[in-house]
């Protein structure tokens, strides 16, 4: 065995499980082509790189303090791990400690709750060009991020050289300081952690890290979530199962993702970071922080047993939903006999609530995701029977995350147009073809409103919507088949058909698009033939 190798293996006995299986890689490839790895058969050019840098590096730090503190980290290329990045580290580390420098104390990348730390790191970054691998290298001040020194060298494509980078990064399970890091051997969050320099690298790589709350007293929020330009993906496991999903999200910031979940003290969660889709590669940072949780006033309020009293027309009742799967559950009291009026259920705020609305026997009557502003929920409804009323107000799906929210239930006046009844084909109401408009309103916000027009010979029709609410259109024959239909191509969010038809009836039905809906919202029709 040659004197390179035996210093790698004793230097493996010093080194990270993740650079114990990268260094394997590279040994096992030496043992398989002992040639290769033979100290003659290394390239003069990279014997004396190694020994430039240990030059440089010294020479960098000749004012330091004795015992100055240096890491040596793995040399990166195109922004990940390299085998020969690795290899060059190594050697660079191992010659300083043999070098005798007094001066220096060459130790391995620090651990998160490690009290000693590098004063400073030597970082290098690979370039391949054609027939030559060109290297920066940095000395960074530790407490700083100062880079005190830098240079540029490099070395002749040889062989030996290929053979190292041709090595598969795969094999490393990832391509950071950070791999491997599957399910089984995930790297372990501390409160408040950044952990910088990670990459999704190969494609389909996946980072996984866990984390234990310590130290709380009752419930905490715990918040992670990446940071950088690559789009992430990210899941959320636990509490104390790994299989189990808390949530998960794509797109808390730009490509970014972030995940809240409530903890207990002692629980333990899985995090599993990845690419949007099976292209994404590319670098990022992962942040976590874990805050005391005040608690929810209104709590618990998680079923129609524990429902907290709403009042008609007062004002809105402040509460939050907890990560995940949590339903907050309201009742109301309503009294019948208030000719032609309408409940109205809404909820305010920067959450994506989906709301239930329930009679007194608990079946469901009506349910909302977006009928209200933004992502919130919305219900209008028309009540015709005295009794208790229960509304459930829950994220959009399980995966949703901690926020706030108001809720209101309003008594509104309802003010049907002229045209009512014309919620149904066989209600339609006729309309003159010569660009009379018709004035309407949706009275409850999700009605329907039905128009009929009758054509004496073939001609060429234009249909069209006017006012400030985003309608939709769809013309039917008279059999009931669909001939056309249209969102915004009038002004603004209005509606326009034109369509040349045969003589005959035909139906035109008139709604308000799902999430952009107002309640009592008014519009005009016209309908013209050419």
């Given at each position: 065995?040659?004197?390179l ?19 394997a ?9 002992p ?43 195109d ?7 690795e290899?060059?580290?190594v ?15 060459v130790v391995d ?8 730390e ?17 290297i920066?290298?940095?000395i960074?001040?530790?407490e ?8 540029e ?9 290929e ?37 999704i ?5 996946e ?13 905490a929020l ?26 998960e ?7 970014n ?16 970071v990845s690419?949007f ?8 940072s ?10 929810d006033d ?17 004002p ?9 799967s ?21 909820t305010?705020g ?12 608990q ?27 229960f509304?459930n ?10 926020g706030?929210?108001?809720l ?14 014309d919620n ?5 109401q ?5 660009g ?6 949706f ?9 009929s ?8 029709v ?30 603004d ?6 369509q ?22 008014e ?8």
């Open positions: 065995m040659g004197q190798q035996a210093n790698v293996i004793a230097f493996l006995r010093r080194r990270t499980p993740m650079k114990r299986n990268i260094l890689v590279i040994l096992a490839a030496a043992v398989a082509a040639v290769l790895f033979a100290q003659s058969q290394i390239p003069m050019e990279v014997n004396a790189f190694a020994d430039q840098s240990v030059d440089f590096v010294a020479d960098a730090l000749a004012s330091a303090r004795r015992g100055t503190r240096v890491t040596i980290e793995p040399f990166t290329k922004g990940g791990m390299s085998p020969l990045g290899f060059l580290a050697t660079i580390a191992i010659r300083l400690v043999e070098s005798g420098n007094s001066r220096i104390v990348r620090p651990a998160r709750d490690a009290m000693v590098s004063d400073f790191v030597v970082r290098g970054r690979l370039f391949e060009a054609e027939s030559a691998v060109l920066v290298l940095q960074i001040e530790t700083t991020s100062e880079i005190v020194r830098g240079t060298s490099g070395f002749g494509m040889s062989p030996w050289v053979q190292l980078l041709s090595l598969s990064a795969a094999a490393q399970g990832g391509a950071d300081r950070f791999e491997p890091d599957s399910l089984e051997s995930s790297y372990e969050l501390m409160t408040g952690e950044i952990v910088e320099d990670r990459s690298d190969p494609r389909e790589d980072d996984w890290y866990v984390f234990q709350a310590s130290g709380i007293d009752g419930e715990f918040t992670v979530g990446t940071s950088g330009d690559t789009d992430t993906f990210m899941e959320v496991f636990g509490p104390d199962d790994s299989s189990v999903l808390l949530g999200n794509d797109d808390a910031s730009d490509a993702a972030e995940v809240t979940v409530l903890l207990l003290s002692g629980d333990t969660v899985w995090v599993k690419g889709d099976s292209s994404t590669v590319g670098a990022y992962l942040y976590s922080f874990l805050e005391p949780f005040a608690g209104l709590e618990p309020n998680d079923g129609p047993d524990q429902a907290v009293m709403l009042g008609i027309n007062e809105p009742i402040a509460s939050m939903l907890l990560p995940g949590d339903e907050d559950w309201y009742y109301f009291e309503f009294r019948a006999g208030i000719s032609e009026s309408i409940i109205s259920v809404e305010s920067d959450l994506d609530t989906f709301i239930e609305l329930y009679n007194e026997d079946a469901l009557l009506l349910e909302n995701d977006d009928g209200g502003d933004g992502g919130n929920g919305r219900i209008d409804i028309f009540l015709s029977e005295s009794g208790r009323y509304v107000v829950r994220h959009y799906d399980a995966t949703g995350q901690e706030e929210y108001e209101s239930v309003r008594l509104l006046e309802a003010s049907l147009d002229e045209w009512e009844p149904v084909r066989q209600e339609a006729e309309i003159p073809v010569d009379t408009q018709q004035i309407h309103n009275t409850p916000a999700d009605e329907v409103d039905w128009i027009f009758n054509l004496q010979a073939t001609s060429t234009e249909i069209v919507t006017t006012g400030d609410i985003d309608t939709y259109l769809e013309l039917i024959d008279r059999l009931g088949n669909s001939v056309a239909e249209d969102d915004d191509s009038g002004n969010y209005n509606s326009r058909i034109e040349v038809l045969q003589r005959g009836t035909y139906y035109i039905q008139i709604t308000q698009v799902e999430g952009d809906s107002v309640f009592g919202g519009y005009g029709v016209t309908v013209q033939t050419r």
